[in-house]
């Protein structure tokens, strides 16, 4: 059974560019959560989706947006980009919209914003 | 507002040693909790998750517990080797609240041959 994916694995963009990641979740699994991981705040929860709707939302700013498509894959977007923004960006699916279930992590996407 | 805390950050051991990671959190009430790792520039790979009507959980040379009234969970790793080696994070997700998983900023361990 195939894992997590993510794409792109490395990304470099300037700062007031934007971006788009992609997740595809383990087959058969629905919710697809989203986090960012860097050296100072480590990882934090951005947003989670569930059959195509967004189900909880950590705190980022409205520059962090997602949407989940009908074959339960997910993109994040992320606008107008900050020095700040550089992290490894995570992704995480699990079957249902539980909080009882593993999470299973894709390998991430390492964004560099210069 | 839950809060995860692991003690030490950093752990060094030599080669065939037991060792105990520590996770703490504020808040009692959570479903589970859930130990990962993380290698360098990596995603992360679950190693075990504990119920909170569970006491702990083992998975070959992993033992983790779990006691929810003290707000307290720690990772026992026997016999360790280098290919243990990596970061070590819990993570909780609270009950309440809108985040999906709360995470500690894990415990850095190098194994020493």
């Known amino acids: 059974k195939a894992g997590v994916t993510q794409t792109p694995r490395y990304l470099i963009k300037t700062r007031g560019q934007q971006v788009t990641l992609s997740c595809s979740p383990i087959s058969g699994h629905r919710s697809v959560s989203w986090y960012q991981q860097t050296p100072g705040q480590g990882l934090q929860f951005l947003f989670e989706y569930f059959s195509e709707t967004q189900r909880n939302k950590g705190n980022f700013p409205g520059r962090f947006s997602g949407r989940q498509f009908s074959n339960s894959r997910s993109e994040m977007n992320v606008s107008t980009l900050e020095l700040g923004d550089s992290a490894l960006y995570l992704c995480a699916s699990t079957r249902w919209l539980t909080s009882t279930d593993t999470q299973y992590f894709g390998p991430g996407t390492r964004l560099t914003v210069l | ?113």
């Open chain 2, 1 to 113: 507002k839950q809060e995860v805390t692991q003690i030490p950050a950093a752990l060094s051991v030599p080669e065939g040693e037991n060792l105990v990671l520590n996770c703490s959190f504020t808040d009692s009430a959570i479903y589970n909790l859930q130990w990962f790792r993380q290698d360098p520039g990596k995603g992360l790979t679950s190693l075990l998750l504990i119920q909170s009507s569970q006491r702990e959980q083992t998975s070959g040379r992993l033992n983790a517990s779990l006691d929810k009234s003290s707000g307290r969970s720690t990772l026992y790793i026997a016999a360790s080797q280098p290919g243990d080696s990596a970061t070590y994070l819990c993570a909780v997700p609270p009950q309440g609240g809108s985040e999906k998983l709360v995470f500690g900023k894990g415990t850095k361990l190098t194994v020493n041959p």
